[in-house]
């Protein structure tokens, strides 16, 4: 019993995929018109790093915190402006000391700003007293940093109430949380609708996809990123959405994909849709496309994906290489795939290579199998391992292939046991192959079941095999159909004869279709057989008619024989016959003679002897006879008793007779008797 093993360098584990840190406080109240004491001036932001616990500073920014001008060199005018701002807030002037507190909080001057900022929040300004919770927040007050953000969220302040709901979240407090978040969501802030999201999705409430679909049209790129991602989760669990069209449920993807292509394409196994994807999907796309634009490297990825399997693989590849110039390996390893399909895989290896030393497993894998492939097994060695030690299971099964290949058994079955226990499907099934050539059925047996299911259709194929090997033919077929109905075509072969042996015919023949168009010969040859038998071949045709057309019966014998199966080739040959084309006729006995087929060389014998040809016919009965074909001997006994080679028709006779069947035995037998007859009269 074989089993056919590839290097599978697909991910079996999940990447994770961490929505990035939530926005922060922000500081407002830095543009050169502010609004009277008690209201906000234009809101202007800046995130505070949770990790750090530093600033951000930055000129206007988007709605994501992705900083506009950095802190760089002042310009003269914005000197002018400070010190404008300063003259008036020594003056007592409070949106000029709320401002300049703004722009000295900005900087990072924490002991300039704060007394500008109280005093204006004393005023009443909410814009200071916001930002004077954000000063109190780096200082490593938080306590006091949200008794401001309370005031300037009470005084009608979105970004402070933003900010006052992510305190209280940090602290456990989610009803105050959601409170406050959403006071600043209803104002239409676009980081308090995403925290607001972030809090609903996490206890799993539907209204996430609301307030995360406010965010992202106001052009925060994470809540453009997780929309996506909850939209392309959503078209997943429903088959009827998966291409914006019925139809198109789960189904596999080929190996050696990253798991995000996997995950993606998953959706997609009924071929590249033309243009752009509807529903859903198609409005995940648009999603995923916005958070790219503005530099999110996993939008960016899956946005690669979604092109790829579309077929369009250069803007594919263009999404990828942003991705991985941005440090996402994924998009690295997926951008080297693209490029072995291309055929350059050279520039695949050093993309691989840049992935692989950021980690990726998969792209270890990858390395390795290139490797592998052309014989540097050592380096090979070294890369599955690589993809081992990143949590990559597939880099122990593929180590137990490269021992294998190698003959190093123990070191394989050593590689095999550890993927197996690990999960791996395919590993479980290779160690149960190796423990069956062992002569272990007791410890293959176990293992077989284990990757049968967990869903290995050659797994189950052996399964198959393994009962059937012990007469347990019912529990074979249970296996065999399920591999069968997985696509595995010596399965459906399988499933196809037994149902034969039992007489249904008719699901026999939807079995034996299936493994003959999957490309199995012999399902080819026994579909002709069931289709034969429904109706003689026609005849020759009569003098002046065209030549029948081939049946369907005769098309399917010819598959199996261009795929060399010689029975098939004999009969492919007599129905030629049969239908007067001798040329065929000849052909296909002739191949299937040099094959090895002692039919094919008798039948070709048969048709050279009518064309005149005895000298070569006999030639062909001879190898035919000492193959074991009884008939071939006799007509060699008839051949030589023509010729009055008495003591040679003996021999062929005693051969003949010997040989049978019965019919032949008897001919044979009178044959040898007259000739002895003949030699002693």
């Known amino acids: 019993m074989n089993a056919a093993f590839g290097v599978d360098a697909a991910v079996k584990s999940e990447t994770t995929d961490t929505p990035e840190t939530l926005d922060t406080p922000e500081i407002i109240g830095t543009t050169e018109t502010a609004e009277t004491a008690g209201c906000a001036a234009t809101a202007e932001s800046t995130e505070f790093t949770e990790n750090t616990g530093s600033a951000r500073i930055g000129g206007s920014a988007g709605a994501d915190g992705t900083s506009g001008t950095t802190g760089g060199a002042e310009s003269p005018e914005s000197a002018e402006s400070e010190a404008r701002h300063r003259r008036a807030a020594d003056a007592g002037d409070t949106a000029s000391m709320s401002v300049l507190g703004a722009l000295l909080l900005r900087r990072g001057d924490?002991?300039?700003?704060?007394p500008y900022l109280r005093g204006a929040t004393a005023d009443g300004d909410r814009a200071a007293a916001n930002n004077l919770g954000v000063l109190l927040h780096q200082r490593g007050y938080p306590d006091e940093a949200a008794g401001w953000w309370r005031v300037a969220a009470v005084a009608g302040s979105a970004a402070a109430a933003h900010a006052l709901g992510r305190h209280y979240r940090e602290r456990g407090d989610e009803p105050g949380a959601e409170y406050w978040l959403r006071q600043s969501a209803e104002q239409g802030h676009a980081l308090g609708a995403y925290a607001l999201a972030d809090l609903l999705e996490h206890r799993s409430d539907v209204g996430a996809e609301r307030w995360l679909r406010a965010a992202a049209e106001q052009g925060h790129r994470e809540a453009a990123y997780r929309l996506?991602?909850?939209?392309?989760?959503?078209?997943?669990?429903?088959?009827?959405?998966?291409?914006?069209?019925?139809?198109?449920?789960?189904?596999?993807?080929?190996?050696?994909?990253?798991?995000?292509?996997?995950?993606?394409?998953?959706?997609?196994?009924?071929?590249?849709?033309?243009?752009?994807?509807?529903?859903?999907?198609?409005?995940?796309?648009q999603?995923?496309?916005?958070?790219?634009?503005?530099?999110?490297?996993?939008?960016?990825?899956?946005?690669?994906?979604?092109?790829?399997?579309?077929?369009?693989?250069k803007e594919a590849g263009r999404w990828y290489l942003i991705s991985a110039k941005a440090g996402e390996a994924r998009a690295a390893c997926a951008l080297g795939f693209l490029l072995r399909d291309a055929g350059d895989e050279e520039s695949a290896a050093v993309w691989w290579l840049r992935a692989a030393q950021d980690g990726d497993g998969n792209a270890a894998n990858a390395l390795g199998a290139l490797h592998a492939a052309r014989g540097e097994q050592q380096t090979a060695e070294r890369w599955y391992r690589a993809a081992m030690d990143a949590g990559d299971v597939n880099g122990a099964y593929n180590l137990g292939l490269l021992c294998a290949a190698q003959d190093r058994t123990p070191q394989a079955e050593q590689w095999y046991r550890r993927a197996a226990y690990a999960g791996h499907r395919e590993a479980a099934n290779a160690l149960a192959v190796l423990l069956l050539q062992a002569g272990d059925a007791t410890g293959a047996e176990p293992w077989f079941s284990k990757a049968a299911e967990a869903g290995s259709v050659d797994a189950a194929f052996n399964l198959g095999i393994l009962y059937a090997g012990r007469d347990e033919d019912r529990a074979a077929l249970v296996w065999y159909e399920r591999a069968a109905a997985a696509g595995h075509t010596e399965a459906a072969l399988q499933v196809g004869m037994a149902l034969l042996h039992r007489g249904e015919e008719q699901e026999a023949e939807r079995h034996l279709r299936c493994a003959a168009g999957g490309g199995s010969a012999e399902a080819a040859f026994r579909l002709a057989g069931v289709l034969d038998s429904r109706r003689p071949p026609p005849g020759p045709p009569a003098?002046?008619?065209?030549?029948?057309?081939?049946?369907?019966?005769?098309?399917?014998?010819?598959?199996?024989?261009?795929?060399?199966?010689?029975?098939?080739?004999?009969?492919?040959?007599?129905?030629?016959?049969?239908?007067?084309?001798?040329?065929?006729a000849a052909r296909w006995y002739r191949e299937a003679a040099e094959a090895g087929s002692r039919n094919g060389a008798f039948n070709l014998g048969l048709l050279l002897a009518r064309e005149g040809s005895e000298r070569e016919a006999a030639l062909w009965w001879s190898r035919a006879a000492n193959d074991g074909h009884g008939r071939a001997a006799l007509r060699l006994a008839l051949l030589a008793a023509r010729r009055g080679e008495l003591t040679e028709g003996q021999r062929w006779c005693a051969r003949a007779v010997e040989l049978g069947p019965a019919e032949v035995a008897e001919r044979a037998a009178r044959l040898r008797e007259a000739l002895h007859q003949e030699l002693t009269a």
């Open 287 to 313: 999603w995923y496309r916005q958070a790219a634009a503005r530099g999110h490297r996993r939008a960016a990825l899956h946005l690669g994906a979604i092109l790829e399997q579309r077929g369009e693989p």
């Open 228 to 285: 996506a991602r909850m939209l392309d989760r959503a078209a997943a669990d429903d088959p009827h959405d998966a291409f914006g069209r019925p139809g198109s449920g789960p189904g596999g993807r080929g190996a050696e994909r990253p798991d995000v292509i996997d995950r993606v394409m998953a959706r997609r196994d009924d071929g590249p849709v033309a243009g752009p994807e509807t529903g859903r999907v198609g409005e995940a796309e």
């Open 543 to 584: 003098l002046g008619e065209p030549m029948p057309e081939k049946t369907e019966c005769e098309e399917w014998y010819e598959r199996a024989a261009e795929q060399g199966h010689r029975r098939a080739q004999v009969r492919v040959g007599m129905l030629a016959a049969a239908r007067g084309d001798v040329d065929s």
């Open 110 to 114: 924490l002991d300039g700003a704060e």
